[in-house]
């Protein structure tokens, strides 16, 4: 079970980096990177059972921890103006949806 | 305390650094940094001592025997380098306040000290230090502080140099981390001597031979080799001069070392002169850089920039020495690292002094200079003749060693070739001459003093070390001798 | 199995990023990519690599290169020069690299010299000698516990190296202006504030955790300095600059990073004192094992201190360019 | 006995986490605007989360274990809506509107069929 | 040898990427982040040597005979540390370039440098 269960995670990591490659805006990327962690935060609890060393879930607290940290980091900073979306922006995504 | 000194000489001055945090005045940080800096000079002087006296020093970090635990190897290359580095540092800290209080703004004086004496520390402990990966961590706590010594340079162009110097720096010190990386690979150590031990057997891996060219390339770029040298001219020319007397005499100094240390004494000479044509690699880059290097110093107007180009020539006459591969040329590479560091300082620090009066040193600066700082002039005068290689100073000493080992050697075409190089530090010498000895110092600048005691008395320190060395040159040919003996001893 | 899989990712990453123009999104893509590198030290049994790697990579890397980029701007220009010397000198490197592999020891395979050498002593006679079970944690702080005080020179000096370069005087900001900005954030970041308030005494008694727990498991000084670092950048960011400078004081700081080295390095000198060589801890107590224990302790804590003083005064020195850029505006506007 | 009722109880968490986690992985991919996007993540995110660390917690019977694996589920429970809430906001302030009802010409269309 | 060495080979693919991006491009922060690409990269490589099959972390317990190799992952602990310390200093610098040139493109300043001499 724990092979299906890694499978599944790989399966999404793979949507997940499509995403963040593609965009089309910035959110987007947000937004995939935050589900990248949580997923990677999956994938070490379930690795630390499949490799029967599970007491190494501390890792996984702090990859928890630093995903939200790097969240917040980046939209702390969304009142600049650099975070506005810019016209390359509006056309990838007219383009895209 | 007499067995501690190996570590002694590397821990003072990095523990120094974090005390000097506590300390506020800027005075204060200034004397106490000297002092720590001078008694840098009198351990690594002490331990040159015992090193000739009983041979190489161990000495075990932590209480662990060597491949397990990290030891100290010291024996007469290290200790002639260590007292290079902590002597250079100890004359140029000299007119360090004095300098600094026209170049860098006073929030940021102690800050300064203490990545100076970091830099120190780290130099000294990648010339101390017998493990390949401890190497790696030293080259790093000198160069980071080094990008940031030159990025106090009061130009912005300073800035741009230290970011160029950081890519290129860090580049080179991957390029050596992967070389560690492969050597460790196959033999599984990381202790230099253990590793000497261990690479003989296997020799004839192709993993052996990307790990020497990885080295060998890392360790070029860091002692900036002809055509990996484009970092260096910007990043003496816009330093505080204080930084650049520093550099100029030593940083380069430190990467030749690697280059020896790792080439005669880890990959043994037969490995490292047939793995790769190392010989011809770097007589042809040498001599390329000793001619495009003077060239260019010919054409400079910014007089640091000069002499940083004469810098890359000099690393030039270095390799060259260290291609012939034979005691002789060894010993001139030696010489002329122990030789150039005198001349350089001396320079740079005099430079510093310009500086100091002019806030320039462009070479309309220089316009009457004899007249208006006349000592400090006299100091670049003797320097630029010691660069040169004229009888009496310690530059021909040297030279007289490189040219002797490579007739010994047959190779009369390098021989000639590196004459025809000292003439063109002839041409750049002299048009620093003629401007300051021939022309009318330029409008408004009539009134210029000489500069300050502080600058003349460390300026004339080294000045009068280039020309007793030229004369009296027992110290420096016998320590460059056992060296090179022992290096040749040594290697298997 | 798994670890394939993962360098799969990297190369589709690293690719991306290549060819990504936005810095911002690249910055996103460089946080993936320190994830992904831990991921693949966990599947390479390195737990504690894993650990660092994901708080560095994926977390004060990121933050610093977001503060950085917020300062310099978001779009790369294209590069108009064709870039084939370059496309030429990495083939030749990454061949000469390709060329070198083939001679190495398969992967994974138990034979190979690395395994045989100096390794077999960490893993046989570290519980005899220091006594204690995580082999990288001994390795780490004894037998090359001066690599160690060198790291933590290393971030030391990274630290100073930040202040030179970007350090400001500042004057003292009046409280009624903290308060106005603080009322202004406290609307605008009202519920990650409530959540933030309750994580971080949760964040803080864990990296304690991690630096007294890094004998045993996965952990340490280094890892736990982080940690706590990345508690107080939170705090900062969400209760504003100001207020955290109120709270954690600037000189206080730089005071914390230089007696962690100072920590580290005195009980080298202690050993020094009592006639053994530096950092040789069993000189600590009359008990060797013990003097190890304790040796251990006091160095990581002095780690921990250093590491995170200097990631709190990094950010606080790029984001305290921030304020000087904006008032350097403000003025220049009001010039006008 | 025992035995087998965690085990295929935990085979069942697992297995529920796991399409719980492709299903969101797919809505990241499919849906047309970043609203939709992180309606899909945020809700798939949490509850399979939720279940694979239920699974693993019958796995082991160790008490720390179990206790960390209670700590990264409550992590994963404050911090997931939060990032998502935040998420939202920033982007709504800078500029970016979530597809409403357009025309059918138009493929904002699509999130009516889910 | 193809399943042997293709952990090697794709660490040094994604050595040489990280590598490309510091040399080719113009941009310093996207330098910087090619650095880091490259410093983890190699940060990589010396894991994968540390990996032995069969082997589990090196942290002592019971029943386990095969412990993967420790030294190499001391020494990546202290080479990632060395790796943000540069990585910090570097992006300071480059916010400086920022507040001093205006830009932070390698030709513009390498323009605006010719135009000071």
């Not at chain 1, 990177?33 to 994938?43: D, E, R």
């Not at chain 3, 508690?231 to 206080?252: C, D, H, K």
């Not at chain 4, 992985?25 to 809700?43: E, K, N, Q, Y």
Request: net charge neutral.
């Amino acid at each position: 079970m724990l092979t299906a269960a890694i499978i599944a995670i790989l399966v999404v990591m793979i949507m997940a980096i499509t995403r963040a490659i593609m965009g089309p805006t910035l959110y987007d990327r947000i937004l995939a990177v935050n589900m990248f962690g949580t997923k990677t935060v999956l994938l070490i609890s379930v690795l630390g059972f499949a490799m029967g060393r599970p007491e190494f879930l501390d890792i996984a607290i702090v990859y928890a921890l630093i995903n939200f940290i790097s969240v917040i980091a980046v939209l702390r900073h969304s009142d600049k103006s650099i975070f506005k979306t810019t016209q390359a922006d509006k056309k990838s995504m007219q383009r895209h949806s | 305390m007499l067995t501690h000194l190996p570590v002694l000489q590397v821990i003072v001055p990095l523990l120094a650094a974090p005390l000097c945090l506590l300390l506020t005045r800027s005075r204060l940080v200034w004397v106490f940094t000297l002092i720590v800096s001078g008694l840098a000079f009198v351990i690594s002087g002490l331990l040159l001592q015992q090193v000739m006296a009983t041979g190489t020093i161990i000495y075990e970090l932590g209480g662990w025997d060597a491949p397990w635990g990290i030891e100290y190897r010291i024996d007469q290359l290290n200790a002639l380098l260590l007292l290079i580095i902590s002597g250079v540092s100890t004359v140029v800290l000299m007119a360090a306040h004095t300098s600094i209080r026209k170049e860098i703004s006073p929030d940021r004086h102690s800050l300064f000290y203490i990545l100076y004496l970091l830099s120190l520390a780290g130099m000294l402990g990648i010339v101390a230090t017998a493990d390949a990966f401890n190497v790696f961590v030293f080259l790093e706590i000198s160069s980071l502080s080094a990008y940031a010594l030159i990025a106090l340079g009061k130009d912005r162009r300073a800035l741009w140099a230290s970011y160029q110097y950081l890519i290129m720096g860090t580049i080179g010190a991957t390029f050596i981390l992967i070389g560690i990386g492969l050597m460790y690979q196959m033999t599984g150590t990381l202790n230099m001597y253990d590793l000497s031990q261990r690479l003989p057997g296997v020799e004839n891996t192709r993993t052996l031979f990307t790990a020497f060219s990885f080295f060998i390339v890392g360790v070029c770029l860091k002692l900036a080799l002809f055509p990996l040298h484009l970092w260096l001219p910007n990043a003496y020319a816009y330093a505080p001069s204080i930084v650049t007397a520093f550099f100029a005499a030593t940083a380069t100094k430190v990467a030749i070392y690697l280059l020896i240390r790792f080439t005669f004494s880890i990959f043994g000479l037969s490995f490292s002169f047939t793995a790769l044509p190392l010989q011809l690699l770097f007589v042809v880059l040498g001599l390329a850089g000793v001619f495009v290097a003077s060239t260019s110093a010919i054409y400079q107007t910014n007089i640091k920039h000069l002499f940083a180009y004469s810098s890359i020539a000099q690393v030039g006459y270095m390799i060259i020495g260290f291609s012939v591969s034979t005691v002789t040329g060894l010993m001139a590479t030696l010489l002329h690292m122990f030789n150039h560091a005198l001349m350089k300082s001396a320079l740079f620090l005099a430079l510093g002094a310009v500086m100091y009066r002019f806030g320039s040193v462009k070479i309309n600066d220089f316009h009457g200079l004899g007249r208006l700082m006349p000592y400090t002039m006299a100091a670049i005068v003797v320097g630029g003749i010691s660069l040169i290689g004229v009888p009496l100073t310690v530059g021909f000493i040297s030279k007289w060693y490189l040219l002797m080992a490579l007739i010994e050697k047959g190779w009369w075409p390098v021989a000639v070739l590196i004459l025809i190089g000292s003439l063109l530090a002839v041409v750049y010498v002299w048009r620093l001459v003629e401007v300051a000895y021939f022309k009318p110092p330029v409008a408004g600048n009539e009134a210029v003093k000489e500069a300050p005691l502080s600058f003349l008395i460390p300026i004339w320190l080294l000045v009068s070390a280039n020309i007793y060395f030229g004369i009296d040159t027992r110290l420096s040919i016998q320590v460059a001798q056992a060296a090179a003996h022992s290096l040749f001893g040594v290697s298997p | 199995m798994t670890s394939v899989f993962l360098l799969a990712f990297l190369v589709v990453i690293a690719v991306a990023i290549v060819r990504m123009r936005d810095l911002l999104a690249v910055s996103m893509l460089l946080g993936i990519y320190g994830l992904l590198s831990a991921s693949f030290f966990v599947t390479m049994d390195a737990v504690d690599v894993a650990f660092t790697e994901a708080s560095v990579g994926a977390g004060i890397s990121t933050l610093l290169m977001l503060a950085a980029i917020t300062l310099t701007g978001r779009s790369e220009h294209p590069t108009r020069h064709k870039p084939v010397l370059a496309l030429f000198v990495v083939l030749i490197t990454g061949c000469l690299l390709i060329y070198g592999t083939l001679d190495m020891p398969y992967f994974g395979s138990a034979d190979a010299p690395i395994h045989l050498h100096v390794a077999p002593h960490y893993i046989n006679n570290s519980m005899q000698e220091i006594g204690i079970p995580n082999i990288v944690t001994s390795v780490l702080a004894s037998y090359r516990g001066f690599d160690t005080f060198g790291e933590v020179v290393v971030i030391f000096t990274a630290g100073m190296g930040v202040l030179a370069l970007l350090s400001v005087v500042r004057r003292a900001e009046n409280i009624t202006k903290i308060d106005s900005i603080n009322d202004s954030m406290h609307a605008e970041y009202l519920i990650l504030r409530i959540v933030v308030k309750a994580l971080i005494p949760f964040i803080l008694l864990y990296a304690l955790y991690v630096q007294f727990h890094g004998d045993f498991g996965p952990g340490g000084g280094f890892q736990a300095g982080v940690i706590f670092a990345a508690a107080i950048i939170l705090y900062a960011m969400l209760f504003g600059m100001s207020t955290a400078r109120r709270v954690i004081n600037q000189s206080v700081i730089q005071f914390f990073a230089a007696i962690g080295v100072l920590l580290y390095g005195s009980v080298g000198v202690v050993a020094l004192i009592n006639g053994k060589s530096f950092l040789d801890y069993s000189a600590l107590s009359a008990d060797p094992v013990a003097g190890q224990h304790l040796g251990i302790l006091l160095v990581e804590l002095g780690v921990g201190l250093t590491v995170a003083s200097v990631m709190v005064i990094i950010f606080f020195n790029f984001e305290g360019r921030r304020d000087v850029l904006q008032s350097q505006e403000n003025n220049h506007k009001g010039d006008n | 006995m025992m035995d087998i009722i965690m085990n295929i109880s935990s085979a069942v968490f697992l297995l529920i986490g796991s399409f719980l986690c492709v299903s969101g992985g797919v809505g990241i991919l499919r849906f047309p605007d970043l609203f939709t996007r992180m309606h899909a993540a945020g809700v798939t995110d949490t509850l399979a989360s939720a279940m694979i660390l239920t699974g693993l917690m019958l796995q082991n019977p160790d008490g720390l274990v179990i206790l960390k694996l209670i700590i990264i589920l409550l992590m994963t429970l404050f911090i997931s809506p939060t990032a998502s809430h935040a998420l939202a906001r920033a982007a709504m302030i800078n500029g970016l509107k979530p597809m409403l009802d357009k025309p059918a010409d138009h493929e904002g269309g699509m999130s009516s069929k889910t | 040898m193809l399943i042997g060495l293709y952990n090697y080979w794709v660490v040094v693919v994604l050595m040489m990427i990280g590598f490309y991006i510091v040399i080719a491009n113009g941009n310093l922060i996207k330098k910087i982040v090619g650095l880091s690409i490259f410093q983890t990269s190699v940060f990589i490589f010396y894991i994968s040597m540390a990996k032995v099959d069969g082997g589990t972390a090196p942290i002592l317990a019971e029943g386990i005979k095969q412990y993967s190799n420790p030294l190499p992952h001391v020494l990546i602990l202290t080479a990632i540390v060395v790796g943000i310390a540069t990585t910090a200093v570097g992006l300071a610098l480059a916010v400086r370039i920022k507040e001093a040139y205006g830009s932070i493109e390698e030709e513009e300043i390498q323009a605006k440098d010719n135009l000071d001499c």
